[in-house]
Nanobody, 123 residues
């Protein structure tokens, strides 16, 4: 059974940094697209970043230049380094994995989801 487990969320002051991790088990996702999404209370889930095996990445405009997605295929893990965090970045962050080998901003293109990790940013 495939499992995605996020970690690294927490409380940080505005301008601070956090690094989220997503460890996958049950199968190897080395050749697949993996992404991060987030959802704030009362808002729809939104795309944050995605990466494929070759390191090709895509970012939402709101996080470009501040967030970096990376992956360690040997560990079957994807990371999201978040710098210069702002209160509007506060949300539950979800890791997702796709059966496809492409980056996608569409949640429907992802087949597996983690339970989420909470990020809180104080102003």
């Amino acid at each position: 059974q495939v499992q995605l487990v996020e970690s690294g969320g927490g409380l940080v002051q505005a301008g601070g940094s956090l690094r989220l991790s997503c460890a996958a088990s049950g199968r190897t996702f080395s050749w697949n697209g993996m992404g991060w999404f987030r959802q704030a209370p009362g808002k729809e889930r939104e795309f944050v970043a995605a990466i494929v095996w070759a390191g090709i990445a895509d970012y939402a405009d709101s996080v470009k230049g501040r967030f970096t997605i990376s992956r360690d295929n040997a560990k079957n893990t994807v990371y999201l380094q978040m710098n210069s965090l702002q209160p509007e970045d506060a949300a539950t962050y979800y890791c997702a994995a796709s059966n496809r080998g492409a980056v996608s901003r569409r949640g429907d293109d992802y087949n597996y989801w983690g339970q989420g990790t909470q990020v809180t940013v104080s102003s």
